[in-house]
Antibody, heavy 119, light 107 residues
Framework: EVQLVESGGGLVHPGESLRLSCAAS????????MTWVRRAPGKGLEWVSS????????FYADSVKGRFTVSRDNSKNTLSLQMNSLRVEDTALYYC????????????WGRGTLVTVSS | DIQMTQSPSSLSASVGDRVTITCRAS??????LAWYQQKPGKVPKLLIS???TLHSGVPSRFSASGSGTDFTLTISSLQPEDVATYYC?????????FGQGTKLEIK
């Protein structure tokens, strides 16, 4: 059974950093791309970042480019999102999700970890 | 960047009704479009990929079509468990933008 479990969320002040993790199990992690999607309170889904299976290519939304870094450790089946210079507008529930196959389509999602940025 | 616009933003319909949600891309994306359903308090669920391919386990009352810039998601006979927000998403190239969502309620 595919499982994705996010951790690392919390309450931080603007300008601070957080590192999110996603522990994956139940599938061959190193053969699937992975992604982070967030949902701010009262808003819709927003794609944040994706990383291909081997980790050599990464992609970011303009809203986080230069502040967030996605990475993966295929030896530990773990996806990470390093979030620096956090802003109030980064407040959201952050989901990690697994690619269906080669396209950036997401067939399994974690339950999310909440990030709150507030002064 | 390509923008994804859904309509309507919200929709109220009766059980048994045929419901259609549209998604428009600001530029052509071929058939690189997915649809997701997110029920209140739940995790998003993949419904459709490649614009019209029903994902495993999704009820057959859901269908979708389109190519290029105009896409539709149809529920042939609305059921109470279909109350959710529905999102389209482009995946031809990054950024993998979602539409703003369509909130579907039962009348």
């Amino acid at each position: 059974e595919v499982q994705l479990v996010e951790s690392g969320g919390g309450l931080v002040h603007p300008g601070e950093s957080l590192r999110l993790s996603c522990a994956a199990s139940g599938f061959t992690f190193n053969t699937y791309g992975m992604t982070w999607v967030r949902r701010a309170p009262g808003k819709g889904l927003e794609w944040v970042s994706s990383i291909v299976a081997g980790g050599v290519s990464t992609f970011y939304a303009d809203s986080v480019k230069g502040r967030f870094t996605v990475s993966r450790d295929n030896s530990k089946n773990t996806l990470s999102l390093q979030m620096n210079s956090l802003r109030v507008e980064d407040t959201a529930l952050y989901y990690c999700a697994k690619y269906l196959a080669r396209g950036s389509i997401y067939d399994y999602w974690g339950r999310g970890t909440l990030v709150t940025v507030s002064s | 960047d390509i923008q994804m616009t859904q309509s309507p933003s919200s929709l109220s319909a009766s059980v048994g009704d045929r419901v259609t949600i549209t998604c428009r891309a600001s530029q052509g994306i071929s058939n690189h479009l997915a649809w997701y359903q997110q029920k209140p308090g739940k995790v998003p669920k993949l419904l459709i990929s490649a614009a019209s391919t029903l994902h495993s386990g999704v009820p057959s009352r859901f269908s979708a079509s389109g190519s290029g810039t105009d896409f539709t998601l149809t529920i042939s006979s609305l059921q109470p468990e279909d109350v959710a927000t529905y999102y389209c998403q482009k995946y031809n190239s990054a950024p993998y933008t979602f539409g703003q969502g369509t909130k579907l309620e039962i009348k």
